[in-house]
Nanobody, 121 residues
Framework: VQLQASGGGLVQPGGSLRLSCAAS????????IGWFRQAPGKEREFVAH????????YYADSVKGRFTISRDSAKNTVYMQLNSLKPEDTAMYYC???????????????WGQGTQVTVSS
């Protein structure tokens, strides 16, 4: 059972990235998926969540209107499109899968290794 996050990189303010969260050993459709991020010296914080069916999404206020989470069942992958990036979005981004999901870390059972997003001019 493994989650692999990818797609991070260095981007200028106002730029875009698309993060991917791919699963191996299990089917992502059985789980709610969340994205969290952690900046140096700060606690891990919730970013976005999508239910197992994909019918419902939820975002932190800080990213609402700029980030979009989606899932592709055929590819067993969840994506998060990051637009209008700001320097304060700089962090390690983690995806996680869980039966409960939601905005709390405790709602997730499996975690990926993280992908670094750096927003800087």
């Amino acid at each position: 059972v493994q989650l692999q996050a990818s797609g991070g990189g260095l981007v200028q303010p106002g730029g875009s990235l698309r993060l991917s969260c791919a699963a191996s050993g299990f089917t992502l459709d059985d789980y709610a998926i969340g994205w969290f991020r952690q900046a140096p010296g700060k606690e891990r914080e919730f970013v976005a969540h999508i239910t197992w069916s994909g019918a419902s999404t939820y975002y932190a206020d800080s990213v609402k209107g700029r980030f979009t989470i989606s899932r592709d069942s055929a590819k067993n992958t969840v994506y998060m499109q990051l637009n209008s990036l700001k320097p304060e979005d700089t962090a390690m981004y983690y995806c996680a899968a869980g039966f409960r999901g939601g905005s709390g870390i405790g709602g997730y059972d499996f975690w990926g290794q993280g992908t670094q997003v750096t927003v800087s001019s």
